[in-house]
């Protein structure tokens, strides 16, 4: 709790990840627009991903969160859904 | 507020949103399962969707976080005139989406496709369930932008009240939901509208 002052996010901060957002989005939509195949979902979700880590590391603050707990809500969530994910598909997969 | 007090509020909001992401996340897995065994029907109902006008709502969606993100920069600031500003600009992205999905459900409607219709029936069953989950995922999702309306609304009366101190919590974890609607809609975007 000491520097308080370090690492805040700015006004610039927050319109470069726009930016980013819309160069991203672009991204996407041209790479679909490709037909690519199974390699096109791959790169489109990859593409969300990386999207919402933006959205959650800089809009939502989790970057600059100081108390622990609260940055390690979102992640142990992810990880009971990719348990759910995981198991499901092994089931349907060996059935 | 107390800063002790103010991380557990926080810490509170972010179990909700953890729930909100078990909630969607349930509903992907669903979509995946049906997707991988009706991977044709699923490719030729997406064909249906108009590839631009869910083009136009993610960036009028990213541009909402942008603008909610500034009005709790400048709340914390106590700024509260740029900070309210920022809120009606935030409304007013969060009604063109609003307005944008409408005109997209209307012309599925016309086209004999909603929950239920004889058209949509005599379709192939990966399609019905396309439509099924579209209907579901994006409704579910209207649902939060409107909740969104309404909390951001009143966050705008208390403001205009001057009802906040420096930094509040409330008007932070509204910004949070806010932020979270538009997550949900950066994967409902690809999987209906880009996978096809």
Redesign the interface.
Known sequence: ?EDKKVRE???KT??T??AA??LF?AL??T??GLNLGKT??II??S??AV??AL??L???HLLFE??T??KL??P???I??AI??GL?YTD?AVR | MPERKKSDGKLGMWLFISTEVMLFGGLFLLYSMYRYKHAQDFHNAALELSRFAGTMNTIVLITSSLFIALAVYFQKKRQDKKAGLFILLTLLMAFTFLAVKAFEWGEKFEHGLYPGAAHLMSLPKGEILYFGLYFMMTGLHALHVIIGIGVLSFMLVFLKQGRFGEGSVYFENSGLYWHLVDIIWIFLFPLFYLIS
């Open positions: 709790m996010a700015g006004i927050y319109i990840i726009w957002l819309v989005t996407t939509v790479t679909a096109g979902i489109v979700l593409i969300a999207k919402s959205v959650l800089f809009f939502m100081k108390v707990l609260i809500v979102i142990l969530a992810l009971v859904l759910f994910i499901t349907v």
